[in-house]
Nanobody, 121 residues
Framework: QVQLVESGGGLVHPGGSLRLSCAAS????????MGWYRQAPGKQRELVAT???????NYADSVKGRFTISRDNAKNTMYLQMNSLKPEDTAVYYC???????????????WGQGTQVAVSS
């Protein structure tokens, strides 16, 4: 009913930048919070950054000062600006949204299919 589509991944050199986007679409809903997660090969999925409905943000220590999460509520789109990229940032990045669909009482979590980010010399 609700789809999340990530875009913006790719291959960059260390020190480069990428901007990821996540667009939510489908049935009517009210967004509560969104976040970015990532999973490197052979590793557990980890939280990268979150942004609440009020705009408050949280970041993993490993990306603080380099990544910035933001959202455009009118477009139901979330962004992750990634600067000063390091090889250890290489992972599949997943969009997560916590939202309430129209006519329902409780929120639910939705996930995108991921976008690959590779940082290599």
């Amino acid at each position: 009913q609700v789809q999340l589509v990530e875009s913006g991944g790719g291959l960059v050199h260390p020190g480069g930048s990428l901007r990821l986007s996540c667009a939510a679409s489908g049935s009517m809903f009210s967004m509560i919070a969104m976040g970015w997660y990532r999973q490197a090969p052979g590793k557990q999925r980890e939280l990268v950054a979150t942004i609440s409905g009020t705009g408050s943000t949280n970041y993993a220590d490993s990306v603080k000062g380099r990544f910035t999460i933001s959202r455009d509520n009118a477009k139901n789109t979330m962004y992750l600006q990634m600067n000063s990229l390091k090889p250890e940032d290489t992972a599949v990045y997943y969009c997560n949204a916590n939202l309430i669909q129209y006519g329902r009482t409780w929120p639910g979590d939705y996930w995108g299919q991921g976008t690959q980010v590779a940082v290599s010399s």
